[in-house]
């Protein structure tokens, strides 16, 4: 693949994700549209993102993903529901990368904010907590950036996800390693000590079982590049 290809792929990819991301935001909607919304013709969303800690880099890019729906949405003369537009709107908070802040920031979006719909924080560790608020107040969350299995075995009829679950990522790659020949024998594992390696790493060695002949190692580091690179 060349990298034009590559970038196509990529786009592609972001244009399914941002398809199935605004389908579930729609179908909230139509059922959960508050009438605060209706009556000022604008759609405010709350959202707890990792602008600053050990998450920034991947928060921010969630941001520039949010406001770049927002531009899109608003250019077109908003979303269209029941026969109306609606501009679209999104209050942000910083939670630095850290699960108890994103927790209190949600409430104060609903709280205080008063916001119609929440967007999820970004990681699993940080959503679900922030996921029982919202389940508490009754208030859709769209989770988009969080795929740990535990987090959707808990029944919560405000939580929405546009991911498939971790438990799901290593199956192929698992498979055409088994496939290859000398089949591997071996397989090590390697995760941080955080919910979503944890789910993911959990599900691997479960599958890893089925595939390789001998063993299959699972270590858990500490967070933190130093530590995980002494893991071997």
Known sequence: MNGNQGRRAGNSGSIRLLNIFVSCLLFTFLFCISSQAW??????FGASLSLTGKM???GRRVRDGYDYYVKHINEKGGMPIKGKNYKVEIVYYDDE???NTATRLTEKLIVEDKVDFLL???SSTCTMPASTV?????????????????????GYKYLFVTLSSLDQYFGNILKMAAELTPRPETV???NENALAPQVSVDAAEAEANDWVSKSCTNRNTPRGPRTFLDAG
């Open 97 to 99: 990368s850290d699960p």
């Open 56 to 58: 920034s880099t991947e």
């Open 120 to 122: 999820g924080p970004y």
């Open 134 to 154: 919202a389940e508490k107040y009754k208030m859709p969350m769209v989770a988009a950036h969080a795929a740990s299995t535990p987090i959707f075995e808990r």
């Open 188 to 190: 090590a594992l390697i």
């Open 39 to 44: 009556a000022q013709d604008v759609i405010r």
